[in-house]
């Protein structure tokens, strides 16, 4: 963990050392790629909103408070910057291509039995997909980012508890949504073969 | 130990962030509750499941792009310091002093005199001004006397458009600050932002954390001034938890006017 | 340091702390003082220390969270921060609404003709840190009044959950709160920034510090104010169910009132704020109560 060393690097920043911008986007770019891949599920986009995260580490931060957390701040920035964007595009028209990220996901391993796991997977991806987008996040940053149920209560400013509880529910509404696929797909395949 | 104590330390197990002693509590909690038990074990498939999504790398691009920045930042560096920077660095060190009050004063004022006019100049320098005010809130408000925090929450809602990360800091303010009458200040300036699903739906949140009877007063004054049906639930929840008094018939009477409304 | 202590029935601990701060800030001389007591009967007990200031010629900050009792700050011209802790009944049982209820809750056991032989220790602690004077208690089953005399210049955090709050004659920037209990203020100089659920908050000021806001918030009780002619101030009010009294001059604004139409009748209602500015207005100060009456009074 680089908690402390993020904090002092942050303070440095403040007080005008923009250099050590550079080390702290090392350790938070990939991250915050992947928050916004999974809001958005564009990496063109999420690669610029990586971009404005740091713009705004720069105009912002006489805010960053001397006590205060670097990774709950910067992802609390990152919220804001998704925020402003989907206000400003409102919906997804349609889906860039995906191509020249997919090329960059690891290796799938052809066995057969996990092509069923890839099938569940996929169920879980569109699950995902149909949440509204503050559980999104909420989800993203817990399960994703992995960060502690305290940094993210911090972050939508409930309590640790509230945090806990929500995060359950939308497991939970997940669950019944993927499951809910898998049986579409079961009556259609049943009614395929009545036919 | 009730469903939901089961379930925070259930979401803790499965983040590794429990303790030893409160497994043990979990484990006792389970078997006396084989129905969570089973519950549990297939939820715990679908948290498991998030482990195999992968995301993707970003394309070289990003890092250029940052690089590009950083260096155009760089190149300012040998320009003395933004003005702003000068600005709100002074106010913070010599806040003691008094100094910035009357800094604000004269910017409050000031803030005043271009909203009749129309001329491009002034209009640019109220553009200015708005940005000073709102920085100058967010710093106002961490600062740790209450009266200081009480004017920063204030100044939030003379703003003349509402940026989320204002919105943010006063709902943060709303639910953690430490003084209840700059809670109950923090709450006045959300309501002028009632446009905002961001506030209706924190004010909806809200009633779930609040606790004290002056906050919850409050927030249900304003859910009836936005007339926010989708509030009627969390209302209702909050009015079946306390046995009797002011707070339960207020919350009855608000539930009322919002469905009426 | 000077320590008074007179203690009978009580078992005390005193542990005084050099601490070496690292930064390169002066020594600081932390004293903390604790008194417990396991006695056959912890309801009655009496005890005073005087705390000395590290900076006795600067103000200082008291921090004082209690749960059960009363409270009392006056000012006095030492340079100690002296602090009386007593048993003692409760100035009036009546001021204490609410209590009854916790009472009987610790009570689940019928008890009747039976004798109490032991009881939980009072923890009650002060300490001091730069002219910072702490006093804690977590005393939920016995009720602890404390009285304390400080200097004049002082800012006061102070808050209580089941007790009446008296001050007199401190000069600072306060914030003050009792959840279930009155507070009342005479001579005060500065700022406050005082709620309460269940009590009144009278209080008096013999001047104001400029450009500080003010805030008074109670839902039961009263909001009785009064300040020197000299004021200048926007007044923010807000009642339910009670009246707004003042002898200010005073420029009323209902800029936003929420008109309601009955018939053919606008009626406005009572439920919103009343802005009033005295002497062409100041520092916002905010009076919210839901079923008294706010006064603002001249002096």
């Known amino acids: ?195 | 130990m009730t469903e939901e104590e089961i379930i925070a330390l259930w979401q803790e197990q499965v983040a590794g962030e429990i303790t030893d002693e409160d497994q043990e509590k979990l484990n006792q909690a389970l078997e006396a509750h084989p129905e969570y038990a089973v519950e549990l074990q297939n939820l715990k498939k679908t948290w498991n499941l998030f482990q195999e999504i992968e995301t993707p790398e970003p394309s070289p691009r990003m890092d250029e792009k940052f690089e590009d920045f950083l260096s155009s930042q760089r190149a300012k560096r040998p320009v003395p310091p933004h003005f702003w920077d000068a600005l709100i660095a002074a106010i913070q060190g010599g806040w003691r002093v008094g100094i910035s009050s009357l800094i604000i004063g004269v910017l409050v004022g000031w803030w005043f005199i271009p909203a009749e006019n129309e001329s491009s100049d002034l209009q640019y320098l109220s553009e200015e001004v708005a940005e000073l005010k709102e920085m100058m809130m967010l710093t106002l408000i961490q600062q740790p006397q209450a009266q200081e925090r009480i004017k920063a929450v204030n100044m939030a809602g003379e703003l003349p458009k509402a940026d989320i990360d204002v919105i943010n800091a006063l709902i943060t303010t709303l639910n953690q600050d430490k003084n209840l009458n700059v809670r109950l200040a923090a709450l006045e300036s959300l309501i002028k932002y009632d446009e905002s699903p961001k506030v209706r739906s924190a004010l909806i949140d809200a009633l779930e954390i609040q606790e004290s009877p002056l906050i919850l007063v409050a927030i249900a004054d304003a859910l009836v001034q936005f007339q926010e049906k989708g509030s009627i639930e969390a209302l209702e929840k909050k009015r079946d938890e306390i046995s009797s008094g002011i707070l339960k018939d207020k919350l009855a009477s608000t539930i009322q006017k919002i469905r009426q409304s | 340091m000077t320590l008074l202590y007179s203690s009978q029935a009580l078992v005390r601990s005193i542990k005084i702390q050099l601490k070496d701060i690292m930064n390169n800030f002066k020594i600081l001389l932390i004293g903390t003082f604790l008194f417990c007591a396991v006695s056959l009967n912890a309801q009655e007990f009496s005890e005073q220390i005087a705390v000395p200031l590290s900076n006795p010629k600067e103000p200082g900050t008291l921090k004082v969270n209690l749960i059960k009792g009363d409270i009392k700050i006056s000012a006095y011209k030492g340079n100690e921060v002296i602090i009386n802790a007593s048993s003692g009944d409760f100035s009036s049982r009546d001021e204490c609404r609410g209590c009854e209820k916790f009472d009987q809750k610790d009570k689940k056991v019928n008890t009747t003709g039976m004798k109490k032989i032991s009881s939980n220790p009072i923890e009650l602690s002060a300490s001091e840190n730069n002219n910072v004077v702490q006093i804690n208690s977590n005393s939920w089953s016995t009720r602890i009044n404390l009285e304390v005399k400080l200097p004049q210049n002082f800012d006061l955090e102070v808050s209580a959950i089941h007790g009446r709050l008296e001050i007199t004659g401190v000069n600072g920037t306060h914030e003050v709160s009792s959840t279930n209990g009155d507070i009342l203020i005479t001579d005060l100089g500065g700022a406050l920034i005082s709620n309460t659920v269940n009590g009144d908050i009278i209080a008096t000021f013999s001047s104001v510090a400029a450009d500080q806001p003010m805030s008074f918030v109670t839902l039961k009780g009263d909001l009785d104010v009064t300040y020197p002619a000299s004021l200048k101030a926007t007044a923010k009010m807000r009642t339910e169910r009670g009246e707004i009294f003042t002898d200010f001059d005073m420029n009323v604004d209902r800029s936003r009132p929420e008109v309601k139409t009955e018939g053919n009748e606008y009626k406005v209602s009572v439920n919103t704020w009343v802005y009033g500015s005295i002497a062409g207005g100041g520092p916002e100060y905010t009076f919210k109560t839901m079923q008294g009456d706010i006064v603002l009074r001249k002096k």
């Open chain 1, 1 to 195: 963990m680089h908690l402390l060393e993020d904090h002092s690097l942050m303070l440095k920043i403040r007080q005008g050392d923009v250099e050590k911008l550079d080390l702290l986007y090392r350790r938070y770019s990939r991250r915050l790629f992947g928050f916004f891949f999974r809001m958005t599920n564009e990496g063109a986009t999420s690669e610029d909103l990586v971009q404005n995260v740091f713009v705004r580490i720069l105009k912002y931060k006489h805010t960053y408070k001397d006590d205060g957390d670097f990774e709950v701040w910067i992802f609390q920035l990152a919220r804001n910057v998704f925020k402003d964007h989907y206000r400003k595009n409102k919906r997804y028209a349609f889906r860039e291509s995906m191509e020249p990220y997919e090329q960059n996901l690891g290796v799938v391993s052809n066995k057969q039995q996990e092509l069923e796991r890839q099938e569940e997977l996929e169920n879980l991806k569109n699950a995902l997909d149909k949440l509204s987008e503050e559980k999104r996040e909420l989800i993203t940053l817990v399960r994703y980012e992995k960060m502690k149920y305290s940094a993210v209560a911090q972050i939508f400013g409930v309590s640790e508890s509230a945090i806990k509880v929500r995060v359950h529910r939308i497991i939970k509404e997940l669950r019944a949504c993927y499951l809910g696929m898998d049986a579409e797909s079961d009556l259609m395949s049943k009614s395929l073969k009545k036919e």
